[in-house]
């Protein structure tokens, strides 16, 4: 099925234009789905609900991403896959988890994470292996977790112990999705008896070339979100594995897994962006055609700003991730602060507004049958892919050991005008430029104290400035600049004060809320970075009205007295919302076109 659509995601053009083609295997993706709303589409959202309903993954939409080749998405170019650029696959996630949440995370997510350490530091015979079993649609499990230990990895007991000709696995792995089904699996096993970052390596385990008798996958957890993924577990006694299923060398699978998982928590919150908008256009829909007061509810003030917060909120949860997924490639060495921060803030923002959005559309924000049934299927997904891989309170404690020195290295050089301007500064937020390969080698533990993203800060503050002088209408925008960029200065100063212990993942509540604002910072960075460096010709992206209203957004988390969004911008902004609902754009940046209100015809290839 990996000839369906070219191998690489861009392709050049006569006079060095770049031919975007993963744009175009959305567009494709879209087709093939079809129309959510019709009843008569097998993979529609009447079949998803069904499906859920069952507590099974919808068949028909396995089916259909098995013959797209969506395995082929998971797996290098270089492999012969068609994995080359994070924020595109992202976005074409997205369309998939738009639609069904489960659908994404139980066919799709899993084999992408548990892919990540074979890319990183499997042999050329691993690699090969495993990119030909994907591509062909087959599935590899990422067996990490383990209840007993929850996130602390240095923790975790099952073992590999040496014997003759391999190991032997002994121990057992909770909430594996697809561990009952997948064809291999990469698991984190203890090689060593001392607690300690080198006392764990990664195996990649052939599930199908096991003893029999030596391992039970029987066990599936219930879950009340993407109740129909297949999270189970396995118990292994003394289950032989042979010595080349080690990947890279013995105890170093957790700096792997501290590098590569910096990967998945960019691009998961990326895709996750999609639930937030169908939960939105699901409620904008209901307000668009209940009427109260002769009038339609969309145009009742309270309403019409929580619609248009949600539509701000969602294009801000784009920009931050779209960003720190091109920093995995254009400054792979800072990606451990800007990928902890997206999978923190991305989650909560679209949480938050889950809820906001169910008190609008009261008693149907839980109604399991009619027509806004999904609503509330999402609002149980959400929660759960929340917590998938790594936890906001776990995203911020890796956050914390870093703001001392980001604050001496990056942001006061940054206040003060000392520091040099950072290369790719604005390719970071050009989000149609091509990007050169992700290279997994090039992936730090930490960023040493580099920051290109929130260093900004002050130059657009310093530009905005100037500008505002000149153009009236950039005088808010300037003035909340100005603000965020205080705000900066006076995180470096508390960052620089805080104490040893405050200075650990185990510190203290005051700890916690700076590395928040940092994400919140962050957020407000990649917001002007994406503004500043739209094309002219894309109206909105280029509009200072959105990026305006995204800061507003975020300085109400940094100061909650704030004024909401006057209704002029609120007025605007639902405009451009509905305008894009009525002509089937999606409501992130991107607001790229949705399937047709007619299903494709059989047998159609993607």
Known sequence: MTDLVPPDATEALAGGAVRDTAMERIDRLETLLGDPYSPANPLGTAAVLAADERGELLSEGESALAAYGLGAEFVPVELGGRFERADRFALLMRAIFRRDCALGIGHGVTSFIAG?????????????????????????????????????????????R????????????????????????????????????????????????????????SVRHPTSGVRGCLLGGARFDSCPVATDALLGEAGGAMETVLKVFQVTRCVLPGMVVGVGDSQLRTVLGFTSERRLYAAPVSALPLPRSVLTDAFVDLLICDALSVVAARTLHLRPAEASVPSAAVKYLVPKLLQ?????????LGARSYVR???????????????????????????????????????????????????????????????????????????????????????????????????????????????????????????????????????????????????????????AAACLGVWRAADPSDGFLADPLWVTAALRRLAERLEPRREPLPQATSRALFNELSRRHDGGRTFDLFHTRLAPRALPAKGVAP
Request: proline share 6%; with cysteine.
């Open 116 to 160: 990540l350490p074979i890319w990183a530091d499997g042999s050329a015979e691993q690699q090969r292996w495993a990119a030909e079993l994907l591509c062909s649609g087959g599935r590899i499990a990422a067996a990490y977790t383990e209840l007993e230990h929850g996130s602390d990895f240095t923790r975790m007991s099952l073992a590999a």
């Open 162 to 217: 040496p014997a003759p000709g391999g190991y032997l696995l002994d121990g057992a792995k909770q909430l594996i999705n697809n561990i009952g089904r997948a064809d291999a699996a990469v698991v984190f096993a203890r090689t060593g008896e001392r607690l300690g970052s080198r006392g764990h390596s990664h195996l990649l385990v052939d599930l199908n070339a096991l003893s029999a008798g030596h391992v039970d996958r």
């Open 352 to 360: 938050e507004n889950s809820y906001r959005l169910g008190v609008v």
């Open 369 to 523: 049958k009619g027509p806004y049934a999904a609503f509330q299927k999402a609002a149980r997904d959400l929660p759960v892919v929340a917590l998938a891989h790594a936890s906001g309170a776990v995203c911020l404690a890796n956050i914390i050991p870093q703001l001392p020195r980001l604050a001496e290295r990056a942001w006061l050089p940054a206040l003060d005008g000392t520091a040099a301007q950072p290369p790719y500064e604005e390719a970071l937020f050009r989000l149609h430029d091509p990007l050169p390969p992700l290279d997994f080698h090039r992936l730090e533990l930490t960023t040493r104290g580099a920051d290109s993203l929130a260093a900004r800060l002050p130059v657009f503050a310093r530009d905005l400035g100037r500008q505002a002088a000149d153009c009236s209408s950039l005088s808010e925008l300037a003035y909340l600049t100005a603000e965020f960029s205080d705000a900066l200065a006076d995180l470096a100063r508390r960052s620089a004060a805080l104490p040893p212990t405050e200075r650990t993942p185990v510190a203290g509540r005051r700890s916690f809320l700076l590395a928040e604002r940092y994400a919140l910072l962050l957020a």
